[in-house]
């Protein structure tokens, strides 16, 4: 079958490209990536007998988007005769028995009923949980064909699960692919992986109107901009914490010791599953209202007993550690151990409270090793009600390191010291700067 169409030429390679496992396609507004992916699937399906999987987050959104999209382009072919576009249940049929099927992540029972998929597009896959691109892939598998998945998205931040997989692995600092390479050479091909990237001028087929509606956010939203124009990720909304920093470790400590009368502060977040043990040390310059974060301990399927194994240097130096007031059978057991342990005040509007007093430090330095609070606190934006006002006490990830800061800082007052002195018979038993030297772990998340 004799195919006739003209196409955008930075497309080109990508549309008959077939050579890699993973494609991953990032771009600004009206680039055409999901059009030009769609167009890529209708013409393997034609010459292959596959089944393809299309997938979103929410399965409701499918109709008007991916199942829309590719029945146009079916009809732009002059190919609605012989590949049908079936609504109830959603699905496309070619004539040699290829098939596309939609599924939406919010309802992950139905995927188990799926078999020799063996092409994935995950529209949107920013949207998607991780736990649900893990299970995509276990779903991708045929005896026979060759395995491909393409996942299409607007750039978002960079806390999002997609650019720490395809781009850089923060714990470890290093770089799979660096973005601004790929926002310069436009394709890259890595690891099984071939990195494409667009913007509406790619797109010859997008009328100059909408290219200059694009130019003027530069004007009132620039992160808006440097999405939809540019196709670039970085911080998408409003930072929490603007006043975040990151500097080596030993160079924390240098800072701290400088420090007139220090304050040191250790508070903890419990968690189990999806959640995480979150416990953080810190030391506050309250003369030039600054925070450090100079220790973390960050994990998860872990059993009291089995964490209180690992965090066993606090019972020797037995500094006080606030913890999360909703667990007070945990801190009981915590304190039965012979941990020195306290529940956190908790109350109407602590979230808010908490987050504010943050907020007040004038500059809060992270140290380099606490790699996870840097991965939750350095990108951490306010979520938006439906109007896209933002909600103060709520916000784009659960930043677990956050909460053990907010039971950590319990009873303190960034502006007040009336009710605190200054720590020396802590300092003085070495629990300090030396002995929290002398007492750092290496390897795991104990830093």
């Known amino acids: 079958m004799a195919i006739e169409r003209e196409v955008n030429p930075h497309f080109e390679d990508y549309l008959f490209n077939w050579d890699y496992k993973f494609y991953f396609l990032v771009g600004g507004y009206g680039s055409s990536k999901s059009y030009n992916t769609g167009f890529k699937i209708i013409l393997k399906l034609l010459k292959e007998k596959r089944t393809a999987l299309v997938v979103r987050e929410v399965y409701d959104t499918i109709r008007d988007s991916c199942f829309s999209l590719l029945e146009e382009i079916i009809t732009e072919m002059g190919l609605e005769d012989i590949?049908?576009?079936?609504?109830?249940?959603?699905?496309?049929?070619?004539?040699?028995?290829?098939?596309?099927?939609?599924?939406?992540?919010?309802?992950?029972?139905?995927?188990?009923?799926?078999?020799?998929?063996?092409?994935?597009?995950?529209?949107?896959?920013?949207?998607?949980?991780?736990?649900?691109?893990?299970?995509?892939?276990?779903?991708?598998?045929?005896?026979?064909?060759?395995?491909?998945?393409?996942?299409?998205?607007?750039?978002?931040?960079?806390?999002n699960w997609c650019y720490k997989y395809f781009f850089m692995d923060n714990k470890n600092h290093f770089f799979m692919v660096d973005d601004k390479e790929l926002y310069k050479k436009r394709i890259i091909i890595k690891n099984n992986t071939y990195y494409h990237h667009s913007i509406a001028d790619d797109n010859l087929f997008l009328p100059k109107s909408y290219i200059e509606q694009l130019d003027d956010l530069k004007t009132h939203d620039k992160d808006l901009w440097r999405i939809a124009r540019r196709g670039q990720f970085g911080i998408n909304g409003l930072k929490v914490l603007p006043q975040f920093e990151h500097k080596p470790y030993y160079e924390?400590?240098?800072?701290?010791?400088?420090?007139?009368?220090?304050?040191?502060?250790?508070?903890?977040?419990?968690?189990?599953?999806?959640?995480?043990?979150?416990?953080?040390?810190?030391?506050?310059?309250?003369?030039?209202?600054?925070?450090?974060?100079?220790?973390?301990?960050?994990?998860?399927?872990m059993t009291d007993d089995n964490t209180a194994k690992e965090i066993s240097e606090f019972k020797q130096t037995q500094e006080l550690i606030r913890a999360d007031a909703a667990e007070p059978k945990t801190i009981k057991f915590y304190k039965q151990e012979g941990f020195n342990m306290r529940a956190a005040k908790k109350f109407p509007g602590s979230r808010l409270q908490y987050t504010k007093k943050v907020k007040r430090f004038k500059k809060i330095i992270c140290s380099d090793n606490c790699t996870n609070t840097i991965e939750e606190l350095e990108e951490l934006t306010y979520a938006v009600d439906k109007n896209g006002e933002i909600i103060e006490d709520e916000f784009n990830i659960d930043p677990h390191t956050l909460s053990a800061i907010w039971y950590a800082l319990d009873g303190y007052e960034v502006s007040d010291l009336k009710e605190h002195k200054y720590d020396s018979d802590i300092y003085n038993k070495g629990i300090g700067i030396k002995g929290n030297i002398q007492q750092r772990k290496k390897g795991g998340n104990v830093f």
């Open 252 to 301: 924390v400590l240098d800072l701290m010791h400088k420090i007139n009368k220090p304050l040191y502060k250790v508070g903890m977040d419990f968690g189990f599953e999806t959640s995480y043990n979150a416990l953080i040390r810190l030391c506050i310059d309250h003369e030039n209202k600054i925070l450090y974060i100079y220790w973390e301990y960050y994990k998860n399927h």
């Open 83 to 159: 590949i049908q576009c079936k609504t109830s249940p959603m699905q496309i049929r070619f004539p040699n028995g290829s098939k596309i099927i939609f599924k939406g992540m919010d309802k992950p029972q139905k995927l188990k009923s799926i078999n020799n998929v063996s092409l994935v597009w995950i529209e949107e896959c920013s949207e998607v949980k991780y736990d649900g691109f893990k299970e995509l892939t276990g779903r991708l598998r045929h005896p026979s064909l060759k395995l491909h998945m393409i996942l299409t998205t607007n750039p978002v931040s960079k806390s």
